[in-house]
């Protein structure tokens, strides 16, 4: 079954330093997203992303984020300047269909800055 | 800002004992879908019910949808213990980007 998946699975930084997690969305998916999950909170929206260009953004998602599809498969978001704060499980989601219908999740990516 | 708040927030019952997990949101929505999270891993789709549908039934989860009180409730018949798990409701609202906002989510423990 197609899945979405996400690398690295664990990534430790020291604050300051530029992170980018990658994704790989379900092949004939257009719809992509980013969510993020600090320990034991909720899934929090980041940003959306269709047809190369975001589409909607949360208040999180500040400059200090960016996203790209730089090659038709992969799917990344870059933090520039990590802080202590973005220590957190992020997850990239994809769909086929836009409004409605299930997201598919990765299993996340568990970004930790010291 | 529409959002799935839930309870309660930690439900602790025995295998074979129904749990019910409730769900409101804000604003007016499109849909509202159930998501399920094993401890440090992704999320998994479960069910979803659009606005204009009041119950849904998959295996053995039931839904029920009450717009006018904007809330939700998902229902696991006959637990087991492999339904360990946090559970999240998701609501889906007009925006055409396909957003989904989170709740708090549940955490179900099933005792063997």
């Known amino acids: 079954e197609p899945e979405v998946t996400q690398t690295p699975s664990h990534q430790v930084t020291q604050m300051g330093q530029e992170v980018i997690l990658r994704c790989v969305p379900i092949?004939?998916?257009?719809?992509f997203y980013w969510y993020r999950q600090i320990l034991g909170q909720k899934v929090e929206f980041l940003v959306s992303f269709y047809n190369n260009e975001i589409s909607e953004k949360s208040e999180i998602f500040d400059d200090q984020f960016s996203v790209e599809r730089p090659d038709g498969s992969n799917f990344t978001l870059k933090i520039r300047s990590t802080k202590l704060e973005d220590s957190a499980m992020y997850f990239c989601?994809?769909?086929?269909?836009?409004?409605?219908?299930?997201?598919?999740f990765g299993e996340g990516s568990r970004l930790t800055v010291l | 800002s529409q959002q799935g708040e839930e309870d309660p927030q930690a439900l602790s019952i025995q295998e074979g004992e129904n749990a019910t997990m409730n769900c409101s949101y804000k604003t007016s929505i499109n849909n509202l879908q159930w998501y399920r999270q094993n401890s440090g891993r992704g999320l998994v789709h479960l069910i979803l019910?659009?606005?204009?549908?009041r119950e849904k039934h998959s295996g053995r989860l039931r839904v029920t949808l009450d717009t006018s009180k904007k809330s939700s409730s998902l229902l696991i018949t006959a637990s087991r213990a492999a339904d360990t798990a946090s559970y999240f409701c998701a609501t889906a609202g007009s925006s055409n980007t396909g957003k989904l906002i989170f709740g708090q989510g549940t955490t179900l423990q099933v005792k063997p």
């Open positions: 989601a994809s769909r086929r269909t836009p409004a409605t219908g299930e997201l598919f």
């Open positions: 092949s004939n998916h257009l719809y």
């Open positions: 019910i659009r606005s204009n549908e």
